[in-house]
């Protein structure tokens, strides 16, 4: 069974500049949710996705951070602008219908200048 | 909402000797409590998960305990190999009708050393 497949795997921008993270899930699985990681912390939630439904994104920045999941499968993250704080490992996840364990992608690794 | 603390941050034992990694959790209605592993620059990985019904659970070397009236649970690794260095994050939910967000622990670098 193939992981959750992220794209890029690293990623350097500068400051103000736009940038778009992709998320292609486990097949099957209905929710999707994107984390960001700082150095040395935890990983913390940014969105979950139920199927097509943003049910929590109470952890978004929600002035420059933006995501979709069209179609209920794929799901895009972006940032616009990007600032240098957004520096960090943008990690996504899923996990079946009404399962609580969730299979990480490998993330990507954000440099902001 | 939820808090979850672990310590310690940074832990190095020697190949062959148990590792003890502790988590504490603020939200007593939470009933789920997984532990990941992430090695350098790799996506994290279950290792194994606890509900709020059990107090222990083993899978080979690894075991995790909960105590819910203190709400702190444990990672318990035994006959530690060099394979086990990584940073370890435990993890604390509430799962019911609705699978509430996992808030995750801060991570505690595990380095074992040969």
């Known amino acids: 069974e193939a992981g959750v497949v992220q794209s890029p795997r690293y990623k350097i921008i500068e400051k103000k500049q736009p940038v778009a993270f992709w998320c292609n899930p486990i097949s099957g699985h209905n929710t999707l949710y994107w984390y960001r990681q700082n150095l040395g912390q935890g990983p913390e939630l940014l969105i979950r996705y139920e199927n097509e439904e943003a049910v929590d994104d109470s952890q978004l920045p929600k002035d420059r951070f933006s995501a979709e999941r069209l179609k209920g499968v794929d799901s895009t993250l972006k940032i616009q602008p990007a600032e240098l704080g957004d520096s960090a490992v943008y990690l996504c996840?899923?996990?079946?219908?009404?399962?609580?364990?969730?299979?990480f992608g490998p993330g990507t690794r954000l440099l902001v200048l | 909402g939820e808090n979850v603390e672990q310590h310690p941050s940074t832990l190095s034992v020697q190949e062959g000797d148990s590792a003890v990694i502790k988590c504490t959790y603020s939200d007593s209605a939470s009933n789920y409590f997984p532990w990941y592993k992430q090695e350098l620059g790799k996506r994290p990985q279950l290792i194994i998960d606890i509900r709020s019904n059990v107090g222990e659970k083993k899978d080979q070397r690894i075991a995790v305990t909960l105590n819910k009236t203190a709400k702190h649970f444990s990672l318990h690794i035994t006959e530690t190999q060099p394979e086990d260095s990584a940073v370890y994050f435990c993890?604390?939910?509430?799962?019911?009708?609705?699978?509430?967000?996992?808030?995750f622990g801060q991570g505690t670098r595990l380095t074992i050393n040969p």
């Open positions: 993890a604390a939910s509430l799962v019911g009708v609705r699978i509430e967000k996992l808030v």
């Open positions: 996840a899923s996990s079946q219908a009404r399962e609580e364990t969730q299979y």
